[in-house]
């Protein structure tokens, strides 16, 4: 049982954490005196992308070709694609989204840990492009909130591995809570 | 081979029949909705005709081309696998109840075409099996494809998010 004695030594050899709140406790103050540790946790996050592509039309080839072997993001670090929300951290909305759709976009936006993070992949996903009618959905970012737009019907290659640099960017210069914080 | 399939059809069904043409090679009949399942019936187990398949089924909108009690328009275009020739059936339904009896029992594949002229136009179809929405969503109120549903009105199932409480 670790007394607070303990826990403010931070290390001490007697430091068994047993409740959350001790464990949350201890690595606030370890950690946010440290930037140099956010550094490196962005740097980390920044250059290993699990990224859930959620395809749902034609941006879906361009997508492909962005991760094929001539492109090939996977030079960014976002080499493996996880069809499981709860395994990726970055949400690819390739395609048009119908209203129809959009609670199952949310929900795997919901089912997927934090940190997270989305890019909306063409006019369609961004805006709902030149389908503005009844069923589509005038721009994700209406429903689920979106780091990096790309735009294009459908995007250029180079224009995707542009965006996944700018999120890069962004990854690796965000300060936020490395901890959730527990309510 | 057409024009056979709709002089039998106009000899059989006389009246029943309002108007018909062969634009183009293309054999049409205006027939009267009271009277479309039995002239069906006679276009798939006629010997001679046998159009065992139902290719398509669809609904038109006339808004402001004609007149409300012909506004609507359920087109069947049916086909005879065995002899090869097809013909096209044409029904009018009126704006304040478009209803007409459903070819079901003649085509299955009338069941998913019927829910879709029902989903985007309205129409009713009776005697259905199951007329439910097909592409939409139950929620959806209107028929999009009416030439009077508002180009600009969104119906989303989730509404748009408040805030960026996500964050
Ligand atoms: S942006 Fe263009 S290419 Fe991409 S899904 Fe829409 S229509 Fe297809």
């Known amino acids: 049982m670790a007394s607070s004695d303990a826990n403010s030594q931070l290390l001490g050899n007697e430091a068994v954490v047993t409740t959350l709140a001790e464990a949350e406790g201890f690595f606030r103050r370890f950690l946010n005196k440290n930037e140099v540790v956010q550094d490196i946790v962005g740097w980390g996050r920044a250059w290993s992308f699990f990224q859930y592509p959620f395809v749902t039309a034609c941006c879906g080839m361009e997508y492909m070709a962005a991760a094929g072997p001539r492109y090939d993001y996977s030079r960014f670090g976002a080499e493996l694609p996880r069809f499981s929300p709860r395994q990726a951290d970055l949400l690819m909305v390739v395609g048009t989204i119908t209203h129809k759709q959009a609670p199952v976009l949310r929900t795997v936006f919901e089912q997927m840990a934090d940190p997270k993070w989305v890019i909306s992949f063409g006019v369609c996903a961004s805006s709902g492009g030149f389908y503005r009618n009844y069923t589509t959905v005038q721009g994700i970012d209406t429903i689920i909130p979106v780091d990096v737009f790309i735009p294009g019907c459908p995007p250029r290659p180079e224009a995707v591995l542009d965006a996944l640099m700018m999120l890069q960017t962004k990854v690796r210069n965000d300060r936020r809570p490395l901890l959730p914080v527990v309510k | ?167």
């Open chain 2, 1 to 167: 081979m057409s024009k056979l399939v709709l002089s039998r059809i106009v000899d059989r069904f006389g009246a029943a029949v309002l108007s018909h043409h062969s634009d183009c090679g293309d054999e049409t009949a205006l027939v009267s909705p009271a009277q479309l399942v039995e002239i069906c019936r006679f276009a798939k187990e006629d010997p001679a005709l046998s159009c065992e398949m139902l290719m398509d089924l669809t609904g038109v909108d006339y808004l402001g081309l004609k007149p409300a009690a012909g506004r609507f328009e359920v087109v069947y275009h049916l086909y005879s696998l065995s002899k090869g020739h097809r013909i096209r059936l044409k029904v009018e339904l009126p704006e304040a109840e478009p209803k007409v009896a459903s070819v079901v029992p003649l085509w299955k594949s009338a069941l998913w075409m019927e829910r879709e002229a029902f989903d985007l136009y309205g129409i009713k179809f009776d005697g259905h099996p199951d007329l439910r929405r097909i592409l939409l969503y139950p929620e959806f109120e209107g028929y999009p494809l009416r030439k009077d549903y508002p180009m600009e009105k969104r119906q989303p199932l989730i509404g748009p998010r408040a805030g960026r409480e996500h964050l």
